[in-house]
């Protein structure tokens, strides 16, 4: 016996019981207790010097190895607008977005799937820089990162 949900919202968080009859032993009965949550996005911000190499992880609080085995991508956002600079598949090499002026030949995939940014310049102040990783497609986890830049 299964329970199939669709558009699952938090609404439907709580205990579900299924219980059927049995003959001769009676009723048969199990509840599992059901949490859904919500979309989760962590929130960072890292300051830096100009002319520096940034880093930023993906997901701060993951260990690496567990993000090996999901598809990632790494966008940044201004003014409401994201692009898209590098996206990870599961065993296959980093496929980087050069259509950018701005990040073609600054932006690497590190170690850990960190965002390596070099050199680190005054238009990348205020800049966001989101990793996010599809561990379902329906359930994608969200690390965003504020950079500030600042001059020696």
């Known amino acids: 016996w299964a329970l199939h949900l669709k558009n699952v919202t938090i609404a439907l968080s709580g205990q579900y019981e299924c219980s059927f009859a049995t003959y001769p032993y009676g009723t048969k009965a199990a509840k599992i207790q059901l949490i859904v949550k919500a979309e989760e996005e962590q929130h960072y911000l890292k300051k830096v010097w100009l ?21 990632l991508k790494w966008l940044v956002g201004d003014n409401g607008r994201k692009e898209e600079l590098v996206t990870k598949e599961p065993s296959c090499p980093a496929v980087y977005r050069n259509s950018s002026a701005v990040y073609g030949q600054r932006v690497r ?3 850990n799937n960190t ?11 205020g ?14 986890q969200k690390s965003s990162t ?3 830049v600042y001059g020696k």
């Open 51 to 71: 002319n520096q190499t940034l880093e930023i992880p993906c997901l701060e609080d993951t260990a690496s190895e567990d993000l090996s085995t999901y598809p």
């Open 109 to 111: 995939l590190g170690l």
């Open 115 to 125: 965002l390596k940014i070099f050199p680190i310049k005054i238009t990348d102040d």
């Open 127 to 140: 800049r966001v820089f989101s990793c996010h990783v599809m561990y379902h497609p329906e359930r994608v």
């Open 146 to 148: 504020t950079v500030r």
